[in-house]
């Protein structure tokens, strides 16, 4: 077994499982395949060490960004991963009119950290969760536009540091 990049990965292109060739028996593992590719036009080496480490410098950026939180409506709105399933059960509950309007969520002071428990409505509630996924998945999305990089030969040091949202 070799260890290849789907090309379709760098292009946002990727093929599912059903229109892989009957050759490609392999375990995917988080963007990697691990297959023999005889005719090596379906995959592109990935270079041994170098990309591994491109991989685990995004990820560990990506991490580190997703985690920070982010400030609405003027209080901090904490990501980490025990907050993310928080927010989102709470926004359904507020979605379905089971969280009562007048609730409190624990927010943050930006400048100081001191934890407000806050009065939100409902609303308030599906802002913050709408706010809290799409903060989420700009991470996600930094870092694949990153792993494209990679995979193209493009990457920087400076352009791990840059691009995330806040």
């Known amino acids: 077994m070799s260890t290849y ?3 379709e990965i760098a292009t946002g292109k990727l093929q599912d499982a059903q229109m892989m060739p009957e050759w490609a028996t392999g375990i995917w593992n988080c963007g990697i395949y691990l297959v023999d590719d005889p005719d090596k036009d379906l995959y592109e080496p990935v270079v041994s060490g170098e990309a591994d480490d491109w991989t685990t410098k995004i990820a560990d950026r990506r991490y580190t960004a997703e985690v920070r939180g982010f400030i609405w409506n003027t209080v901090f709105i904490d990501t980490d991963r025990v907050s993310q399933p928080k927010i989102a059960s709470a926004r359904a509950a ?8 007048t ?3 624990k927010c943050g002071n930006p400048l100081t950290g001191v934890p407000i428990y806050r009065e939100t409505s409902n609303a308030e509630m599906v802002e ?6 799409n903060y989420v998945q700009a991470c996600y999305d930094r870092e694949g536009v990153l792993i494209a990089a990679v995979a193209d030969g493009t990457i920087t040091a400076a352009m791990v540091d840059e691009g995330w949202p806040t």
Do not use: E, N, T
């Open 5 to 7: 990049q789907l090309k």
């Open 94 to 101: 507020a979605k379905d009119g089971v969280r009562s309007d």
């Open 103 to 105: 609730a409190v969520w």
């Open 128 to 133: 913050i969760g709408d706010a809290a996924f």
